[in-house]
């Protein structure tokens, strides 16, 4: 760093009315986050309000020094860490609620969020399984999902808006500022998409290819890991809390089993298809039979997915893009009254136990065990032989179909590199975390492990990364994802928001 530090703090400190502060403490504490990475920066902001913001960042491009956004840091690729002043956008937890729209602050947490539409019968359907700690921002800015998105779709499918403060101290209102989404629409056009995943969730790059008019502009945004824009706000869409959740746990004697049945499940319309393999269900004591392998947890939320809902349904993307036909008349997901278990039992043909969940209570207890696979896998180390646990392969998206192709490149690299995997997640998209366990002295296998594995995945028209974004863990493969023409096209887009390329440097751009 060619600048003064303690200069550019009395300049910070002249320019905000938040507080600035470089202390050991606070620089030890904004070093780190969910993720295994470690960064520690040298200023940190906590702006009031937006002339905070529009200040720091003009007073960093004279200064020529990174500004990253921070959220909850419950972000698992290090997008949150960086170099030089980090913004904790925690003082702009506003939220309001009209009908179904609600006008978000972009350091609002997830449980503000709920607690706000509880009252309202009213949920927001990204729902990252951290639970209540992640913010408005970090979900934006990582286009995130969870449980749900099979039904809902990621954040890029719920939002309606977005108020940003750009590299150059813009403040930015996509979609409604025409002039910027001219620009983006140009450089959109020059996209080649045949190069982009064809999945239904996709957090890698920048997601020009969901820019198809003057009113989809704004999803240039989502998904862009803070490197293109500060979020100010957001306008998103609320859907209809369910009143008659049914969970169906299914056991399975293979994962091989469960890839068979689940385009037939996805079919019949339900709002989640997770798995969680052997480790995970070890942790579980419900009584599973010993043959079982794995699971699937099938929630169908009783709500019909046209009218009453603004956000699309991912699901007939996912069949459509694996030729499947659409969700079939009757389905269970439609009509909960009709025969569910006769209709799931004919979907899930290689189940080997069916149980049903029911209660709010019971179902969330349930849950519960599948929002703990993170915290189950990290726990099946074995601290003797000094494991380790690297997160680059842990968010591959794939086509459903080729689920079983991609389970058995695991096992391939399982037996090549003598590693171990835990896998568990967002099966019903084809969104697979890999937990991948390496012995400490064969951490050097890792980018041969991440090379063939990433390659693999996009030979198969997949996403590197389904949910979690490409952070400090993934950004070296955005390349081989997209192609030199598209990255262009990315630059394109950096520079005309980040022509200093002071936001968050080194994610998704090198
Ligand atoms: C146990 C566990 C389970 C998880 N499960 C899921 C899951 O099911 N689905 C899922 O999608 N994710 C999941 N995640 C990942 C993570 O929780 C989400 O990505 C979350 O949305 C990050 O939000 P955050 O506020 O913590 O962001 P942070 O970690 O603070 O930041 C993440 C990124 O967002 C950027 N950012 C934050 N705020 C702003 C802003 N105001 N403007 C611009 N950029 C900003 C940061 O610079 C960074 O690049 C999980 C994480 C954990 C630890």
């Known amino acids: 760093m060619t600048y003064s530090m303690s200069r550019l703090q009395r300049r910070l400190e002249s320019a905000v009315s938040g507080e600035v502060d470089s202390s050991q403490a606070f620089r030890e504490y904004y070093s780190v986050d969910a993720s295994s990475y470690r960064i520690r920066p040298g200023i940190i902001v906590i702006p009031r309000d937006t002339d905070d913001v529009v200040a720091v960042i003009t007073v960093a491009a004279e200064f020529g020094t990174p500004v990253t956004a921070r959220g909850g840091g419950t972000g698992l690729v290090g997008g949150a860490l960086n170099r030089g002043i980090i913004l904790d956008m925690k003082r702009f937890d506003h939220v309001e609620l009209s009908g179904y729209d609600i006008a978000a602050m972009s350091g609002t947490t997830r449980g503000k969020l709920d607690d706000k539409l509880k009252p309202s019968g009213l949920l927001f359907a990204p729902n990252p399984s951290v639970g209540p700690f992640c913010t408005v921002g ?66 890698s790059g920048y997601r020009l290819d969901a820019v198809v008019d003057m009113d989809s502009t704004h999803k240039t945004l989502i998904g862009s890991e803070g490197t293109l824009g500060v979020f100010i706000s957001a306008g998103m869409k609320a859907v209809d809390r369910p009143k008659d959740r049914i969970l169906y746990v299914l056991e399975y004697g293979s994962v091989t089993d469960v890839a068979s049945d689940c385009l037939d499940i996805i079919r019949t319309g339900p709002a989640a298809v997770e798995f969680v393999d052997s480790t995970i269900l ?53 009509s909960l009254g009709s025969e569910p278990e006769r209709i799931i039992s004919r979907a899930a043909h290689s189940a080997t136990s069916l149980r049903r969940i029911t209660g709010e209570n019971e179902i969330t207890r349930w849950w519960g065990h599948r929002d703990a696979s993170l915290h189950y896998s990290l726990t099946a180390t074995n601290e003797d032989t000094e494991e380790r646990v690297p997160h680059i392969i842990e968010d591959a998206s794939i086509p459903v179909i080729r689920l079983p192709a991609l389970f058995d490149v695991l096992a391939k690299i399982n037996y090549k590199y003598k590693t171990r995997t835990i896998t568990y997640g967002h099966v019903g998209n084809g969104n697979i975390h890999v937990r991948l366990i390496c012995k400490k002295d064969r951490m ?4 041969e492990i991440a090379a063939e594995y ?40 950096k520079r005309f928001f980040d022509p200093a390329g002071i936001l968050n440097p080194g994610k998704i751009l090198e």
Do not use: W
């Open 444 to 447: 050097k296998d890792l980018p």
């Open 282 to 334: 070890g942790h579980m004591e419900e009584g599973f039979d010993a043959k079982t392998d794995c699971l699937l947890f099938v929630e169908y939320d009783g709500l019909d997915s046209s009218g009453r809902h603004s956000c699309n349904t991912s699901a007939s993307r996912i069949l459509d893009s694996a030729g499947a036909g659409r969700c079939k008349n009757g389905a269970v997901g439609d």
């Open 138 to 203: 970090g979900m934006l800015a990582n286009n995130s999902a969870g449980s749900k998105s099979l039904k809902y779709g990621s954040m890029i499918d719920c939002v309606q808006s977005v108020t940003f403060i750009d590299g150059t101290g813009r403040i930015v209102s996509l979609p409604d500022d025409h002039d910027v989404g001219e620009k983006i629409l140009d450089i959109a056009c020059g996209i080649e998409r045949e190069r982009f995943p064809t999945v239904s969730k996709n957090s």
């Open 454 to 493: 990433l390659e693999t995945v996009i030979g198969m028209g997949g996403s590197i990364t389904g949910e979690h974004g490409d952070g400090l863990a993934r950004t070296k493969y955005v390349k081989n994802q997209y192609g030199a023409r598209n990255i262009r096209q990315f630059e394109k887009i």
